[in-house]
Structures are given as C-alpha cells and as structure tokens.
C-alpha cells in the first residue's frame, strides 16, 4: 500500500471540496482532513470493503471539520452538523440529489459518534475510525506501517494537537449540549498529545 494508490476522486464536487478546505483551513486541519481521507481509504482496503462510496468519503473528508473555521461557526449547531450542512450546500451546487445530499450530512455527524456500525453507514464508519485514528491515535497498528510513514511525511501533523484541542475546547465552552464538550471531558487534549502519531514527525522514525 502506497500514497500513489490513492487519488482523489475526479469529480465537481471534490474538486469544490479541496477548494474550500484550502480556502478555509489552516494548514494543520488541511492536513488533517486530508490524512483522515487516506485513512479512510486505507482502513476500508485493509478490511476489504467493496461497497464503498469514494467520493462521498472525500467530499466528507475533506469538510468533516470545516465547522470549526469562522466563516462557518454556528452559533448553536455543532462544528460537525455546521461542516455538514457546508457539505449539503456544496454538493448541492455539484448536483447531487436530496438523498445523497444527506447522506454527506449524516457521515460528517456520525465521524464525532463513538462508534459507526459499517452494516448502517460504512462511510461513516470509516470517517470515524479514521479521524479515531488521528486524533486519538485508535488502531494505531492496523494500517501497513510503510503507508502510515509515508503520508505523515506528505501531510505532516505541524500543530494540530495544539490548534484542534484549543478549537473544540472552546467549542465546548460556548456550546456545552454538543459533541464537543464530550470530547473535552472524554481527554481530547492528552489523547492528542498521546497520539502514537504525534511520536512520528520524523517520517524515518518507526
């Protein structure tokens, strides 16, 4: 398993999501979101899923965490139902139907679930596990430790322990009925700094 085996999808829409993502994200959530694409990717080839939507997982990807960016804040909705609704907007413009539509809206909210039954969602599911992964640092050890090596090289974590833990807390504070303040009190910010990822900025070091 290699970076090169990936390539995101050739489509309107997720040409408009990397678009904005880049518009909007600093570069560690840039980096960030796109890892969790490549996770995503990478966990469902691992587990030889077949019945995957790719550019639905991308187009969710890259904006499961646009929420959080200013421009889209929601003063009562959480970050991941403020990015879904985003995503809907989006796809809406690329043509999507109403039903595909929500079904970017119903992966973005289900990443922040504690776990995703893949028979229900299998893109949410592999949302979860892979944002799971790099935030939390869940299932370290599953993907081929050559592929983990080579995306944290092209997509290196930079700030992001320090920048995400700092944006959901103060989502938290300001929106305490949201996800956010359980993953506060659920040890964001010590899981972040664990992160058997965060021990891996030197792309040599395994």
Do not use: C
């Amino acid at each position: 398993m290699h970076l090169a085996d990936f390539a995101a999808p050739n489509t309107p829409a997720a040409a408009a999501a990397r678009e904005l993502a880049e518009a909007y994200s600093t570069p560690s959530l840039l980096n960030h979101v796109t890892r969790s694409w490549l996770w995503a990717e990478a966990f469902a080839e691992v587990e030889g899923r077949t019945d995957v939507d790719h550019e639905l997982v991308y187009v969710a990807a890259l904006l499961h965490d646009i929420g959080v960016a200013p421009a889209f804040d929601n003063v009562a909705l959480s970050y991941e139902e403020a990015g879904g609704h985003v995503a809907v907007a989006l796809t809406a413009g690329a043509g999507w139907p109403a039903a595909r539509r929500q079904r970017v809206l119903d992966v973005i909210i289900r990443h922040n679930w504690p776990s995703v039954d893949p028979e229900q969602d299998v893109e949410g599911y592999l949302l979860e596990i892979a944002t799971g992964l790099d935030i939390s640092g869940a299932r370290p050890d599953v993907l081929p430790a050559e592929f983990v090596a080579e995306v944290l090289q092209a997509y290196p974590r930079q700030a992001l322990a320090d920048e995400f833990t700092a944006a959901v807390t103060d989502q938290a504070e300001r929106k305490p009925t949201t996800a956010a303040h359980r993953l506060v009190l659920g040890g964001i910010a010590a899981k972040l700094r664990d992160n058997p990822l965060e021990r891996q900025r030197d792309p040599l070091e395994r």
